[in-house]
């Protein structure tokens, strides 16, 4: 005699087996919002558990940028674009240390991943490409406004004039600079294989053109051949159309700057996804 019990319902098997999904057919059919916002959640505490050192001190390093550039370059009351020299530098450098700091959160993702072993953590996961490539970018880009935010109030607590005057433009601009540089950081996170790769790119990539960007200049002042050069550089973009929304002044083509902007950043997306689907530097 059988010491298992026997189901009183003959059909009861019959009915646990149509509840398993049928081969082939993925168990979360369309966004794996938990997946997503757990993989989110990670990138997020992983900058706030060193925020010392990811949030506050790229702020005051900002201050001290703001304050040497003023006592250097803003006596005698010096104006540009209508308004006091450390005015019209305090946008460029709220938003410079925003992209710099997208990129180095999403540059570092992947990367310490491949170097210590532990990049299945990323790919075995139940995550579609794209909600990877959507959490990576979100916990950059809050990493960056957290540190926007921090620079503006330590400005703001400096007595620097730092109110707001067009939101749409500090947002647009803002988000679309981070999206950037997190983006760029994602690809140099793939293609890098240590930290010295990563570390050649911001050198000689990120930061020359954040320097050279119309930080601390207007490129009316620039040779009409170093102008045209600007054109071509996307961080001019961010920063021109960021300090608009400040100052309500900018030395660039607001619609321009929305469409390259754009442009840049669904190419970028493009491809990260292309590159994340076929492993390349990852699974391989």
């Not at 010096?78 to 710099?100: C, T």
Request: glycine share 8%; net charge positive; hydrophobic share 55%.
């Amino acid at each position: 005699m059988s010491d298992q019990p026997q189901s009183r319902d003959p059909n009861f098997h019959a009915q646990e087996t149509r509840t398993l999904p049928e081969p082939g057919v993925p168990a979360i059919p369309f966004v794996n919002w938990v997946g997503l916002r757990t993989l989110y959640i990670k990138e997020v505490r992983r900058f706030f558990k060193v925020q010392l050192q990811t949030i506050w001190a790229p702020a005051i390093t900002t201050l001290l940028f703001l304050v040497i550039f003023t006592v250097a370059l803003g006596r005698g009351d010096r104006e540009v674009l209508g308004v006091p020299f450390n005015s019209f530098l305090a946008p460029g450098l709220i938003v410079m240390g925003m992209i710099q700091n997208a990129f180095a959160n999403s540059s570092f993702s992947l990367l310490v991943g491949k170097i210590q072993g532990t990049i299945v953590d990323y790919l075995m996961p139940p995550l579609s490409t794209l909600e990877l490539l959507i959490a990576l970018v979100g916990g950059a880009v809050t990493r960056a406004f957290c540190v926007g935010i921090a620079v503006w109030v330590a400005m703001w607590l400096w007595g620097i004039d730092v109110s707001p005057q067009h939101i749409w433009a500090i947002v647009y601009f803002g988000l679309m600079g981070s999206i950037m540089l997190a983006l760029f950081g994602v690809l140099t996170s793939i293609w890098a294989e240590k930290f010295d790769h990563a570390a050649a790119v911001t050198n000689f990539v990120v930061a020359p053109l954040a320097l050279l960007s119309g930080t601390f200049y207007t490129i009316e002042r620039l040779d009409p051949v170093f102008q045209a050069v600007s054109a071509f550089n996307p961080f001019f973009y961010v920063i021109s159309g960021f300090r608009y929304g400040f100052i309500g002044a900018t030395d660039s083509n607001l619609v321009t700057g929305v469409i390259v902007l754009l442009a840049l950043n669904m190419a970028l997306c493009a491809l990260c996804y292309r590159l994340l689907v076929r492993g390349w530097k990852i699974k391989s």
